[in-house]
């Protein structure tokens, strides 16, 4: 690369911001990335750029409204900066609905997408895979359902670095009649994608890599990921609470501890700091809220390696041509 | 009581048919509960009661057509025993699918109901609760929902013992605004609805005892509880390969084998050995397929439990009077 890969960081969004975000940037600024703090003037940059924004928008906050109000808010000069070239992508630990309307609104739909999703990699205890849509659409249609399986194959092919990624939809057993409304009209549209469709999963199997792609409604993708992470936390404490039972339960829980440690660590959905919002005319990376500054660090490799890998073109490239004309077949429910 | 209560039970459905049936039959029977075995004229009875079916329906059929075709089968007969009044309710381990169609088709729904549901004890680490419906209804209404939470309200205050119980409903985000569109519109009907509610829950909480009921329509449920065993299974299973580290780990592993076993057993949501299916003229268990002689055993307890408690009856009466009037608001979505 001949220039660094410029990240604009939104240095007001997250629990622990601006102190965590600086650190994060700080940690993930090298040759190859240039984080771009953006943030009120008062912030201490610690030798990174900074672009002044004197307003924040704060999590409790209606997510379009405060958009549309708040034009000099860091969420939403972070995205004009990629809008104007100055930036290659963005990474907010903000209000994620904020994200999403910011990026409807100032980097926009990518030509003929109908809806942008949330691509977040999820771990398992085997290769990790791509999980679309999980928390943008809480209501979708099978032609938007489409259009994730795309999007989740470019991501899964770019950033995963997979061949012909296989694709499943999530639902409520592998058998083709069984599932919802919304599964069973798309799973007709996904056989007729030419993506490397494999039929359904069963949510059984999220932690044990039931395909490289798996596609879902938002709703449907937020309640299993967060059913995943409770139960994982629960199990957690229920272990800790029943090692106190005895002396030599209390020694086997010392003894285990690095071991417990590693399958918390490869099962953890926060290893890769971000989700990508797929689907608009620039790279979006949504951190957690309670991001620390590796989790920030990371989101920004993460969106640095979209934009290396031209992840926004490479689902541009691919909609018009394939996605808009195969959304429209004669018996599509839409 | 005078006689003890007589359940029916499907000794031909289940992975492991007719013996773990039938020795979970064994298990269950004492003064008060009798069961009365329905299957083919070749098992052996072991000194129970025995209803001859020469049918079988398998895991494989088409369920309401299995149910219509085949009026011989053993899962049609144990229902028809519940309409004819020789047995007070039915158990079975076969086709879930086929339950349902022969819950609809032979017992019946209860006047004024929309759609039974799957009502299903969940341990947490806490009190237990009820999650409705965990599969019945893929696609469900507002006014579904409606019905499911006063179900589920019987069923905790019954079975469960608790007064006033809290309802919630299975969402995204715990404020009002969060969820889908059947979430949003449910909760309107919710709150108007005389019961004990409480708003949304994040599935996070799903161990954790979110509330004495937990609404939902059945994709949704079935992908939690479905997300929750995979993910208590997949976490064993890299524990188990984590503990392979060292001699130092395996030794920790030994000795917190009984704590894991603890946990493993209390929040393993098979405890309870079935889940009801609610809303019909009678009484229907469905256990797991792949259920042994306990979790029959608890499954026809569970059966009886019901039976005693009038569940069937609380329902009837609730549903006229409260929910149907209830359930048309002038401003219902539906």
Redesign the interface.
Known sequence: MSRPIRIAVDAMGGDDAPGAIIAGALQAANDEIEPILVGRLGIDPKGLAHVVADQVIDMHEKPSKAVRAKSRSSLVVAHKLVVEGKADAVVSAGNTGAMLAAGLVVLRRLPGIKRPAIAVVVP??HEPYVLIDS?AN??ARPRYLLQFAHMGAVFAEEILELKNPSVRL???GEESE????L?IASQKLLAASGLNFAGNA???????HPADVIVC????G???L??????????F???RD??E?SP??K??????????R??RT??DPDTYGGAYLLGLRGLSVIAHGNSGPSAIANAIRLAARGVEHHVVQRIGERMPSRVVASARPSNSTE
């Open positions: 398992s205890r928390g809480a209501d999530l639902s409520i069984k599932g919802n409304a599964v069963e949510s059984r199997l999220l932690l044990e409604d938002g709703f449907t937020n309640v299993a967060k059913t995943i992470e409770g139960t994982a936390s629960s199990m404490m229920a272990l029943a090692a039972q030599l339960t020694l086997g829980a010392l003894l285990l501890r690095p071991a417990l590693s399958v490869q099962l």
